[in-house]
């Protein structure tokens, strides 16, 4: 009996796989030097399927192709590995700010299972699907908060309790290390995923950093996989306590980000 059931189930993760083309999806991946198993892949395309349904009737993407959300939502989210080497091997705790349909951290999450990630969101429509594909996918280690960043950032709540933060959020960095910068433990990292050369803006905010507590520790820049896509993971160094008023209420960091 209980070999009918696990043949019954095997048929199903193949039949699913085979309506989608994973060529794009296990060649970025592998550009990483990563090899995923049957299981993993099919999350992903239960993910993308969740994604697509949602979408229909909110707005959670601009994007909906499906290999063009493997290579700009799934392999982005994941090449955080070439920013933290040993990300596969260390059970770190992530947080992710303003993470919207769940990028990066659930293709992290998919990908390196010992990872344990919170992902922050200001709208509750985004938790309620991130707590669905969370349910559907089965993740363990993984949770979806309702919030602002500058409202869970107090310290009898979230504040420096992260080896790493990261946000695909578009922002500067002077208003991003703000809103991360608080959550993450000393010696710990803020990674910001950037979709350009950020040469001023990095000048600009360098005074803010260290405000902050934070020092910039380097750039990973490559063109994405499977795409002529440049991208940059900026890589900021928590070095001491982020001070108490820090980041200011709501809307502050973003009208008057720190010079």
Known sequence: ????VFRKVRLVVL????????S??????????????????????????LLVEWNSF?????????????VKHFIDSVSLCKAVSDIADKKYTVIDI???????????????PNLKITMLDSLGKRIKFLNEVISQLDLRDIEA??????????PNLLREKFDICVSRAVANISTLSEYCIPYVKNNGYFISYKSEKI??????????????????????EFILPESDIFRNLFVIKKTSVTPKKFPRKAGLPSKEPLK
């Open 24 to 49: 794009i999806l296990k060649s970025g991946f592998s550009s990483f030097g990563l090899e995923l198993s049957k299981e993993q892949y099919s999350k992903f395309i239960k993910y993308y399927e």
């Open 145 to 154: 908060i309702h919030g602002r960043a500058e409202d869970y950032a107090k």
């Open 58 to 70: 909110m707005n959670l993407t601009a994007i909906t192709d499906f290999n063009e959300v493997c």
């Open 15 to 22: 039949n699913i796989e085979s309506k989608y083309d994973l």
């Open 199 to 220: 040469a001023d803006e990095i000048e600009q905010s360098g005074n803010a950093i260290t405000i902050l507590g934070g020092e910039i520790s380097k750039q990973v």
């Open 98 to 112: 303003g993470t919207g349909a769940g990028f990066p951290s659930i293709p992290l999450k998919i990908v390196f």
């Open 1 to 4: 009996m209980i070999k009918i």
